[in-house]
């Protein structure tokens, strides 16, 4: 019997053996778990952090648009504002400008209706020479007459006449033109020379 209990020990140490050999494993896998486990909260906190940045750098992007915006339109207003008031501004100045001309021409008729004839004559003539001043101010100039080359940009041919002036060239000024740069106010209305040996009192095309 005590050679059997001698046998049975062995057998006990190694179901001993087991048991511990088992909860090692166990050990070892819930580390390995715990590790799984920190790595996924670690892994999520990343996302959640770059989830959060990515929301502030869109509500600030919005901001950013919405400031631009505002300052746009409030560009916008006071550009138009100002375009207006400019407009303006160079309304009075021209009626400011023509007030003299206006007494002027006023002069000329009263002078007139008291039958003042030198009076009224030099009347006239000083208010045109006031309005030619106030255009040229205003950069307006007189478009080239007699003698000038025919150019259909800046002229308008009304009749085709024999004359001294060279074929093709003005001949006389039916209506002065003006341009201001190089924008035609108004093209002159022109006679243009066929030459002497031209047929006279042709209409000019169109």
Do not use: C, W
């Amino acid at each position: 019997m005590s050679g059997a209990g001698s046998g049975g020990r062995p057998s006990g140490f190694a179901a001993a053996g087991a048991r511990g050999g088992s909860s090692g494993e166990s050990a070892a896998a819930a580390k390995a778990a715990q590790a799984e486990r920190e790595a996924l909260v670690a892994e999520n906190e990343a996302v959640i952090a770059e989830r959060d940045a990515l929301v502030r750098e869109r509500d600030e992007a919005a901001d950013s648009l919405l400031r631009l915006r505002a300052e746009f339109d409030n560009f916008r207003r006071r550009a138009s504002r100002e375009l207006v008031e400019a407009r303006e501004r160079a309304q009075g100045e021209l009626l400011s400008d023509l007030l003299p001309v206006l007494d002027n021409m006023e002069r000329a008729l009263d002078a007139a209706e008291h039958h003042e004839e030198g009076k009224v004559l030099e009347g006239v003539r000083l208010t045109r020479n006031m309005f030619v001043e106030l255009l040229e101010r205003a950069g307006v100039e007189e478009i080239a007459g007699i003698g000038a080359p025919f150019d259909p940009q800046i002229h308008d041919a009304m009749l085709v006449q024999p004359s001294d002036q060279p074929e093709g060239a003005v001949s006389a000024i039916l209506a002065r033109g003006y341009r201001q740069g190089d924008r035609v106010l108004r093209p002159a209305r022109v006679a243009v020379s066929a030459g002497l040996d031209g047929a006279g009192g042709v209409a000019a095309a169109g």
